[in-house]
């Protein structure tokens, strides 16, 4: 096999952009001697919900504690049931089950890769407490009919925003086949992801489109009772030190991280435009390789991966073909969350999910990818479906 000349990631190049301010940010924690919440994170907080428009941002210390410590905020817990994707991260589901709670697969839309919401309300039972959609890859999901489901049966909603930090809402129709009342679609239009919920979680694991360099996440929420509960439970269930009322975690972002977060916080914007261009440069060049579905094009997706759909069980022959000319790739997901051993033969197969598990290739994206490697990876995908 050749060697990697092509990762699917590369972090240096933004790294060494910012370089001198991301020393200066974590000399200035360093010196402060404050590394755990404090000043820094809570301007973080005051910097991130003013960039979300939202009201309340409470930093964690990785996205799934935010899943998990949001749905304790809305009061999930054993006997409920939450909605949400197979095709996703086992987060997602993680987190539900680690309250007590069942996760209740929904299929999705095979050219969004996200819910189907006709699917969610052929799933809706009388234990069904939550909604939990994911905005897979960056791909704002479809909120409109979402938010319409939530309210008709007085369900919650926390959107699972771990791959989609300034992804913006920009309607329904772009590869969406539902219908909406469109006064719904116009109210949530330009609205950020994680803030068309009652709550919603956010990770910062370096490899996301605002990444830290070590872990972290964010609850956010307009709601002052969810921010409150929020805020207690990533510190041990307490208001006052030693004066703990109930179970919690220790879930506190650190100083450091989240330093880092408010330097990048200023370029994400530009980063997340620049995705995007690679995505529609990817789009232009496979546009006419046969065998290739290219993934729905949107001005509010962020593109936290761009991956594409391999036809006729060709999608590992593929992702080989490239791996020899150095060009590495990686399958997101291979096996959806309701196939895993952990929930082996409690649930019937959601068939679209099924199928792109099989077919999914994510390709090499950052914002600084260049035109040229750009152009190499969509010919060797071009010759590889050739040959």
Not at 31 to 41: C, D, I, M, W, Y
Not at 258 to 279: C, E, F, S
Request: hydrophobic share 40%.
């Amino acid at each position: 096999m050749s060697q990697t000349q092509i990762p699917i990631l590369d972090l240096k190049p933004q790294y060494q952009a910012i370089k001198a301010e991301i020393q200066a940010a974590v000399n200035q924690v360093l010196e402060s001697g404050q590394f755990v919440l404090g000043a820094v994170v809570q301007q973080f907080e005051a910097e991130a919900a003013a960039y979300l428009e939202v009201k309340h941002a409470i930093g964690v210390n990785s996205g799934t504690d935010a899943l998990m410590i949001g749905l304790r905020a809305l009061g999930i817990g054993p006997g409920d049931e939450v909605i949400t994707t197979p095709f996703s991260f086992f987060a997602t589901a993680e987190s539900i089950s680690n309250l007590g709670a069942k996760p209740v697969f929904a299929d999705i839309d095979p050219q969004t890769f996200n819910l189907d919401p006709q699917q969610i309300r052929a799933k809706i039972t009388p234990q069904t407490k939550a909604i939990m959609p994911v905005h897979l890859y960056g791909n704002p999901a479809a909120m409109a009919q979402i938010v319409e489901i939530a309210a008709e049966h007085n369900l919650e909603l926390i959107e699972d925003c771990a791959q989609a930090f300034g992804a913006v809402y920009k309607g329904d129709c772009t590869g969406c086949q539902q219908t909406c009342t469109d006064s719904v679609r116009q109210t949530l239009m330009g609205q950020r992801v994680g803030t068309i919920g009652k709550v919603g979680a956010f990770s910062f694991f370096p490899t996301k489109n605002l990444g830290a360099y070590g872990d972290g996440g964010l609850i956010t929420t307009d709601d002052d009772e969810i921010a409150e509960l929020c805020q207690m439970l990533r510190v041990h269930g307490s208001k006052e030190r030693y004066r703990n009322q109930m179970l919690g975690y220790n879930s506190r972002l650190d100083a450091l991280q989240a330093a880092i977060l408010q330097v990048k916080l200023r370029y994400v914007d530009t980063w997340n435009q620049q995705r995007r261009q690679v995505a529609k440069t990817y789009s232009q060049l496979l546009s006419d390789v046969d065998g290739v579905i290219t993934p729905t094009l949107s001005d509010g997706h962020v593109f936290h991966q761009y991956t594409i759909r391999i036809l006729d069980a060709q999608r590992d022959r593929v992702k080989q073909a490239l791996a020899e000319q150095g060009i590495s790739t990686m399958i997101y997901y291979p096996v959806p969350q309701d196939r895993l051993p952990i929930y082996e033969g409690q649930y019937s197969i959601n068939p679209n999910s099924q199928a792109l598990a099989d077919q999914v290739l994510s390709l090499p994206i950052w914002p600084e990818l260049a035109l040229s490697q750009v152009k190499k990876i969509a010919q060797a995908i071009a010759e590889s479906l050739a040959n």
